[in-house]
């Protein structure tokens, strides 16, 4: 039997006597000093503090961040200190994004603490007083009341219709009533421990009083917190990735350039020449501005993503939503709307259907598909006065206190009970209000509701003197003290057929998963009843009324469309199992083949058989933090990159372990969002498919860009290398290189950032994680355009040398506007993995005005007279530029040519 789960099959009286104390008087002050000593107070411990100091320092180790650092001091000893400025500012930008994203993850646990109680009513020495919560000790004797947060996991003794919020720890959708009786025996969920109140939660209804059983990091809140503490960050593929693409870099790159360096010496030119050429070129190879141009294009996709109501909180894990395979999602709240609503009544002995969903009173019922009002159904319309004047709930427009107003696209909320408010809302739809009946009818008396009469009813009179008791409760209870039931518009007897009829139909009811409430009334004559056993008998039964909380409209679209994309999506709830299974099958989410688990079924099974079935669930129910951490970790084995949805504190753990984690903007908890990588501002599951698809689209721009920068770069040291080992003159200066790294890899490839989406983005199966980032033809087009862009250059710098070997000058302008022409034609390339002419050069405007400025520079340093001596430049005249353009526009041409012999293959390849 787990900890949490140890006094709900004890007896109030063993509960108190294990503790040491008496329920009327409570502990005294020498003993909770005592018991304090040994636990300690009654907080949430943060862990170890990283200094932000520290923090910041961390920044600057990270691989790509050296790499670029040594570019600023090569920059710097070749007298180019705009660049080594330049660089020095990436740095420090990279540093302060990932400095201020983890100051922001790790106050996780810091809104984790905000939900613990500030004070708490305790009796210590035979009398009531308040103290701080954090001065709880176990063995503490305090009461609850509603409106009041549970300062600790407490074993209640007494409760009076307490009824209290566990969503944001249990996922249950509505408010749980709890008891003091105890539970049988057994591993009892966390869900179903009824005689147990938590750290965290809230009182919302009747009052109470327990045991502290557990205090601190031992309560179940504080399991999670140390499951946050003990949770690592993942890293994400494209972290992974650049990681892996700085070292290649940096390898190549030195050993290429220090070949073109003795290759020159060898062939006669200059030590120092050489030298400041084979550092222009290190500085060309190493994309010191790839991180920057990463960034921005993370940060252009994040604005993206926040018109289509995704918010991003840490940068690198955008492109991680490209490659999710697993969505596992949270139901309530997320799937579903996590607000009661009625679609089901039987009254009359006919089933009635009401369309709507949510707090807004707007909807229809239909019987077998014809409409039908509620005035002109005299058993429907009482069964909707009851439920309206058996209420203690408000229907509310928002901001707008006591007003029922029939606007479309207003916002409506319920204050009190969720059920309640399901049968305002409901009543509404019928034209059946509380403002109106109130004119009717005023309450006389009310007996509230309470777990062991399971109903509640209230006496009503009307403008003539008429009095009704009108009572809704459980159907099983209820329906035993009916004697009549309302049939054809009459009053008749309530025969044992008519008796079944209704048990039937409320078990067919619960078999969909519908919450179920029965309705009944009487006539009164007389003084009032003083008790409700006087009131709650001979009862006229008039029908059933079956609430669900439904499922967002445009999730079903939105898993239909994750299907396509070959994305599977797991419900994990800490709902009941039923319900679960309903929701499932309503969106697609269960299919024939697919497997539903509960937690204790869960807690069963070892590790190997749960890792050999977890790719068949589907469902999860009746889950606790610790199932759901494991779930995402088990998926992640399996190769699966697990995205993982929640709104709940108890979600938060899974949330932070997984590779990308979504928390609700809306109803989630701080503590969801700042362990959340993902915020959803509508709370809607369709938004995560957007946020998807910009994912995709983000990795795929980014991969891009890092074609185009590293097949130049390829460009440029194979044409040094080449005319090395051929013996000829340099075909390019230091200058000239990086003038060439400095406009071509600046412009041109921030506007591939923000490149279109392709059209069948969110056809492809998901790219798999630990793919290359050269994978699915990168490579090759790096390779074959290098080749080609260094050949041509090279060709063409060699044709106008051989005809005039003194105008060493004149080549060298040739091949530098041939090496900058190809580039710029080169990236319109990068666009698709398919050939340049599969999309329309104007689809990315930005790009084009980027090329043509471009070339407008190149212009300026080859005829601006004063930039010439600066360039090693001289003007060119048409039969070289008939050169340029040739040898630039070749590369891609003769690289096109070799594609087509070589398909370049779409689709991610399939899961390791």
């Not at 740095?91 to 939900?115: D, H, M, T, Y």
């Not at 009661?340 to 969903?357: E, F, K, L, N, P």
Request: proline fraction near 4%; charge should be neutral; hydrophobic fraction near 45%.
């Amino acid at each position: 039997m787990s900890e949490g789960s140890r006094f709900v099959d004890w007896e109030s009286e063993r509960v108190a006597s294990y503790f040491g104390v008496d329920p009327d008087m409570g502990l005294d002050e020498a003993e909770t000093r005592k018991r304090r000593e040994k636990v300690g107070p009654n907080q949430l411990a943060e862990g170890q503090k990283v200094s932000p100091v520290v923090m910041l320092i961390n920044q600057f180790k990270d691989f790509m961040v050296l790499v670029l650092l040594a570019a600023t001091l090569v920059s710097g000893l070749l007298g180019e200190y705009t660049d080594a400025v330049a660089i020095i500012a990436i740095v420090v930008l990279n540093a302060i994004l990932g400095f201020v994203q983890e100051f922001r993850a790790e106050k996780s646990l810091s809104a984790l603490k905000k939900l613990s109680a500030p004070t708490a009513r305790v009796k210590r020495n035979g009398r009531w007083m308040r103290i701080p919560a954090s001065d709880l000790v176990p063995g503490d004797i305090i009461s609850l009341e509603s409106g009041d947060r549970i300062p600790a996991d407490v074993r209640l003794i007494h409760a009076e219709n307490l009824y209290i919020e566990e969503s944001a720890l249990t996922g249950e959708s509505v408010p749980v009533n709890k008891t003091d009786a105890r539970l049988p025996q057994g591993d009892v969920p966390l869900g179903d421990r009824k005689n147990m109140a938590y750290l965290g939660t809230m009182a919302v209804r009747g009052t109470g009083i327990g045991v502290v059983v557990h205090t601190g990091m031992e309560t179940e809140m504080g399991r999670i917190a140390h499951l946050i503490q003990s949770t690592e960050t993942m890293q994400t593929p494209l972290q992974r990735r650049l990681e892996q693409l700085g070292k290649i870099l940096i390898v190549v790159a030195l050993a290429l350039t220090a070949v073109v360096v003795l290759t020159g010496i060898i062939h006669g030119h200059e030590a120092y020449k050489m030298f400041l050429a084979g550092v222009s070129l290190a500085v060309a190879a190493i994309p010191e501005g790839l991180p920057a141009i990463v960034t921005i294009a993370l940060a252009l996709g994040v604005q993206r993503m926040i018109k289509r109501q995704a918010i991003v909180r840490k940068l690198p894990s955008v492109e991680t939503l490209g490659c999710a395979s697993v969505i596992c999602s949270d139901k309530t709240g997320t799937l579903t709307q996590n607000k009661m609503t009625v679609t089901h009544i039987w009254t009359d002995g006919r089933q009635v259907q009401v369309s709507g969903s949510g707090y807004e009173p707007a909807g229809e019922f239909t019987i077998q598909g014809q409409k039908v009002k509620p005035a002109s159904n005299p058993a429907l319309k009482r069964l909707l006065e009851v439920a309206v004047l058996c209420n203690n709930a408000e229907l509310l427009r928002e901001g707008e206190k006591g007003k029922l107003l029939r606007r479309k696209q207003e916002k409506w909320r319920v204050d009190g009970d969720p059920t309640e408010g399901a049968l305002l809302v409901v009543g509404a739809k019928g034209e059946v209000t509380q403002e109106r009946l109130s004119g009717d009818w005023k309450r006389v008396k009310e007996y509230p509701f309470d777990s062991e009469r399971k109903m509640m009813s209230v006496l009503v009179e009307n403008r003539k003197g008429e009095r009704m008791v009108f009572s809704k409760g459980a159907p099983d209870v209820l329906l035993n003290k009916c004697t009549h039931i309302l049939n054809n518009g009459r009053k008749t007897p309530l025969t044992d057929a008519l008796r079944s009829q209704v048990t039937e139909t409320n078990e067919q009811l619960a078999s969909m998963a519908l919450r179920n409430l029965a309705f009944a009334y009487r006539e009164w004559k007389g003084a009032e009843p003083q008790r409700e056993s006087a009131a709650e008998r001979e009862l006229v039964f008039v029908g059933l009324a079956g609430m669900i909380d439904p499922p967002r409209e445009e999730v079903k679209d939105a898993i239909r469309t994750c299907r396509r994309a070959g994305i599977r999506t797991v419900m994990i709830t800490g709902d009941h199992q039923i319900t679960a299974v309903a929701i499932a099958q309503q969106l697609g989410i269960l299919t024939d083949r697919g497997l539903t688990v509960t937690g204790s079924e869960l807690g069963r099974m070892g590790d190997q058989e749960f890792q050999k079935k977890v790719n068949d669930i589907h469902v999860y129910a009746r889950v606790s933090p610790e199932h759901k951490l494991k779930i995402v970790k088990a998926l992640q084995k399996e190769g699966h990159v697990v995205a993982m949805t929640g709104d709940g504190v108890n979600d938060a753990p899974a949330i932070k372990a997984s590779d990308i984690g979504i928390a609700m903007g809306i109803t989630g908890t701080d503590v969801s969002k700042e362990a959340s990588s993902l915020v959803l501002a509508d709370d809607n599951f369709a938004t995560i498919v957007a946020a998807i698809e910009e994912g995709r689209s983000i990795y795929d721009n980014i991969r891009k860009f890092i074609s185009y920068l590293l097949a130049s770069n390829v460009g440029e040291i194979l044409v040094m290398f080449m005319a090395m080992l051929a013996g000829l003159p340099l075909p390019l200066v230091p200058i000239q290189i990086l003038w060439v790294n400095l406009v071509t890899d600046g412009l041109p490839a921030m506007a591939l950032g923000v490149d279109p989406a392709e059209e069948d983005t969110m056809d492809r199966q998901p790219r798999n994680s630990r793919e290359s980032i050269f994978a699915r033809g990168v490579g090759w087009k790096i390779l074959t355009r290098g080749l080609m862009i260094g050949a041509c250059t090279l060709g063409a710098f060699w044709m106008v040398y051989n005809e005039a070997p003194d105008d060493l000058v004149r080549a060298q302008s040739v091949a530098f506007a041939t090496l900058v022409m190809a580039q710029l034609i080169y990236v319109f390339d990068c666009r698709s993995s398919q050939s340049i002419f599969h999309r329309s050069p104007l689809s990315n405007k930005p790009l084009v005005l980027a090329v043509l400025s471009s070339v407008m520079l190149l212009f300026g340093v080859m005829y601006y007279p004063p930039l010439q001596p600066v360039f090693h430049t001289v003007s060119l005249g048409f039969r070289e530029w008939a050169l340029v353009i040739v040898g630039s526009a070749l590369p891609t041409i003769a690289a096109g040519l070799l594609d087509t012999l070589r398909p370049v293959r779409r689709l991610a390849g399939s899961r390791g």
